[in-house]
């Protein structure tokens, strides 16, 4: 079946860092694939999506490339800032499954000091 | 446009009560789910509908009904809560299948 493999955290950088959060994947079919965020308290919501191989998704000064020759779709930013302390979720859905759900990854909790 | 809301937000229940999550969308969305989220594992998928009427299990549906009789309502039952049960749980919907999901805020359950 469809999984999502996460970097392992907790992450903690200082301001300014550049921040990577590794994410591969494994599914029958072409899936779109997700990171979300989730603020303390909150729910989940939609950082950025990528739904072919090749695309890029960016949102807010974060990246990530629909690597499918690897599985991969990393999460980059170039200069972090305290407010981006949360927890991130890599996501796919999958188009065999025509069903509206999504296989999440573990979360990796990033903490910025200043 | 409120998106996906969730009641109540926090829930404590004892061993063996039952009771229900409210969970309803006003964006005409077809698709929905329940997850539960653990500490360390991530989002793990209850029960998930494709439409009113068609509901279907997810990954750990042990111990929980839904129903689907409209577009917008897809409440989650607890039949009897048992303390594996305490979690925090989130109600999502989508427009298309493999579209991003909308997420309501949370329930916020324990059960002693």
């Known amino acids: 079946g469809d999984s999502v493999t996460q970097m392992e955290g907790p992450v903690t950088l200082s301001e300014e860092a550049f921040l990577t959060i590794n994410c591969t994947y494994t599914?029958?079919?072409?899936?779109?694939l997700f990171w979300y965020v989730q603020y303390p308290g909150e729910g989940l919501q939609l950082l950025l999506k990528a739904t072919k191989a090749d695309d890029k998704g960016s949102n807010k000064g974060f990246e990530a490339t629909y690597r499918k020759e690897t599985t991969s779709f990393h999460l980059e930013k170039g200069s972090v800032q305290v407010s981006d302390s949360a927890v991130y979720f890599c996501a796919l859905s999958d188009e065999n499954t025509n069903a509206g759900k999504s296989t999440f990854g573990d979360g990796t909790t990033l903490t910025v000091k200043p | 446009n409120a998106g996906v809301t969730q009641t109540p937000k926090f829930q404590v229940l004892k061993t063996g009560q039952s009771m229900t999550l409210q969970c309803a969308q006003d964006m005409n969305h077809e698709y929905m789910s329940w997850y539960r989220q653990d500490p360390g594992m991530g989002l793990r998928l209850i029960h998930y509908?494709?439409?009113?009427?068609?509901?279907d299990q997810g990954e750990v549906p042990n111990g929980y009904n839904v129903s689907r009789s409209t577009t917008e309502d897809f409440p989650l039952r607890l039949l009897s809560a048992a303390p594996s049960q305490t979690s925090v749980y989130f109600c999502?919907?989508?427009?298309?299948?493999?579209?991003?999901?909308?997420f309501g805020p949370g329930t916020r359950l324990t059960v002693l």
């Open positions: 599914a029958t079919g072409y899936p779109s």
């Open positions: 509908s494709v439409g009113a009427g068609i509901t």
């Open positions: 999502a919907s989508s427009y298309r299948p493999f579209d991003e999901q909308f």
